[in-house]
């Protein structure tokens, strides 16, 4: 009897142990899981020609409730720091050309076609948890000079509270046109630049894209 006693208190201590490194085990790989989040920091990028510092009006659609020409996108993530903390309520400015390639600006000279239900300038905030999201067309590629011609490309300002700043331009990822940019390869990180476009269920395209700044 003692013996049987004894054993079950020795397989009751061994259980006992089995559980407590299993729980080491599960909560090392969980502290791993949860360590491997990187955050590397957005590339800048010029911020051109066509930046508007005045009547850019405060919304979150540059395609006129879908009126303007073009593959329609729907853009969202969060704005970050290095340590993958959010910056809440962000400035963001958002500018691009239209689905022809045409800038809505004086400095645009080119004789590609207006769109004129297509403003494409925009500016909006983030909210307390950094999410920011908006609507817009993947924008056309357009000529700077007879040998060259631009990606489509969105460019993007944001600002936080504590007035960091990034002033960027996101291309789309494998666009044959990508590999031959200036701006876009001036940077060794330029794959940090690039939306991975998706299409949801409903076949509406989208992307996710994280600033860290």
Same mark, same amino acid.
């Given at each position: 009897m ?5 054993e079950?208190?020795?397989y ?19 502290n ?73 600006h004086?400095? #645009?000279?080119?004789? +590609? *076609?207006? !769109?004129?239900? /297509? $403003?494409?300038?925009? =500016? ?37 509270r504590?007035?960091?700043?990034v ?6 990822? #494998?666009?044959?046109? +990508? *590999?031959? !940019?200036?701006? /876009? $390869?001036?940077?060794? =990180?330029?794959s940090l ?11 509406l ?9």
């Amino acid at each position: 009897m003692v013996t049987l006693k004894k054993e079950l208190i020795q397989y009751k201590m061994k259980s006992s142990r089995r559980v407590f490194l299993a729980s080491l085990f599960f909560l090392g790989i969980f502290n791993i899981a949860k360590a491997k989040k990187i955050c590397r920091l957005t590339p800048s990028q010029p911020a051109g020609p066509f930046f508007k510092k005045d009547n850019v009006y405060q919304f979150s659609d540059l395609t006129n409730n879908g009126k303007a020409k073009g593959r329609i996108i729907s853009i969202k993530g969060r704005i970050e720091n290095k340590d993958c903390i959010p910056y809440p309520y962000s400035r963001m400015i958002v500018w691009q050309a239209n689905a022809y390639g045409k800038y809505n600006h004086e400095n #645009d000279l080119s004789k +590609n *076609k207006i !769109d004129p239900n /297509f $403003n494409g300038y925009m =500016k909006l905030q983030s909210d307390k948890n950094g999410l920011y999201n908006f609507t817009t067309i993947i924008p056309g590629a357009y000529k700077i000079s007879k040998t060259i011609k631009r990606p489509p490309h969105i460019h993007i300002l944001i600002q936080t509270r504590t007035n960091k700043k990034v002033i960027t331009q996101l291309y789309f990822k #494998d666009h044959p046109l +990508n *590999k031959k !940019d200036f701006l /876009f $390869n001036r940077d060794e =990180k330029n794959s940090l630049l690039e939306l991975n476009v998706k299409r949801s269920s409903d076949s509406l395209e989208y992307a996710n894209y994280n600033f860290i700044i």
